[in-house]
């Protein structure tokens, strides 16, 4: 597998190298091993499936503290814009969000470090997605920020009369609001 960092360290897009034959087609999705030559040291614990229909926005989520994710996203049908917003205290990036189209056709994967917000639109009729995390979901340390965050300004792809969000969702604070400590 091939790993592509991105302009946003630790954020790092995964292309795994695909075994054809007459059958079709083989590849390896994970390897812990390929992850910590590549400098990604993972322990994951929990993995989790959605399914969502086009337009659906889900995000921007994360947990707080001892329960933040690293998370391992990637595509099992349709298309995705994934997004992801730099919330680690200090970093030279903060504030700045990132936007790669994962798919079941460029097999892409994309791994995102801790302290981060996550989320993604589907631009596909429907989509699955597959993701591991390395904490376990904590409802009580979940929080949020609000899709259509102004100042975060993030162009999903999909027009917003068409968003299809959770009520969860469409009630995240801005950018400003939200509390990013413990
Ligand atoms: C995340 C999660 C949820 N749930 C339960 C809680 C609700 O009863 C139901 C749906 O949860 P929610 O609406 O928060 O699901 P998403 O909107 O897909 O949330 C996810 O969306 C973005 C893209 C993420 O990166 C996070 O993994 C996660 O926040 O599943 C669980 O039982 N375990 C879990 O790990």
Request: some cysteine; charged content about 20%.
């Amino acid at each position: 597998m091939i790993f592509i960092d991105t302009y946003i360290s630790g954020v790092v897009i995964v292309e795994p190298t695909l075994h054809c034959d007459g059958r079709g087609y083989f590849f390896e999705s994970y390897n812990q091993r390929d992850f910590a030559a590549h400098g990604i040291a993972t322990d994951f614990v929990q993995d989790n499936q959605s399914q969502s229909v086009y337009g659906t926005i889900r995000g921007l989520h994360f947990q707080r503290g001892e329960h933040a994710q690293a998370k391992y996203i990637r595509v099992l049908s349709g298309r995705i814009r994934d997004v992801v917003v730099d919330l680690r205290p200090g970093s030279p990036s903060y504030g700045r969000h990132l936007t790669v189209d994962l798919s079941a056709e460029n097999l892409r994967g994309l791994y995102i470090p801790p302290g981060f917000a996550h989320g993604f639109a589907v631009l596909s009729e429907s989509a699955v997605i597959s993701y591991k995390c390395d904490h376990f979901y904590c409802r009580a340390a979940e929080g949020g920020i609000r899709y259509d965050d102004p100042d975060l300004d993030i162009d999903w792809g999909v027009p917003s009369a068409a968003a299809v969000l959770s009520d969860k969702d469409r009630a995240l604070p801005s950018f400003k609001e939200y509390q990013p400590c413990c």
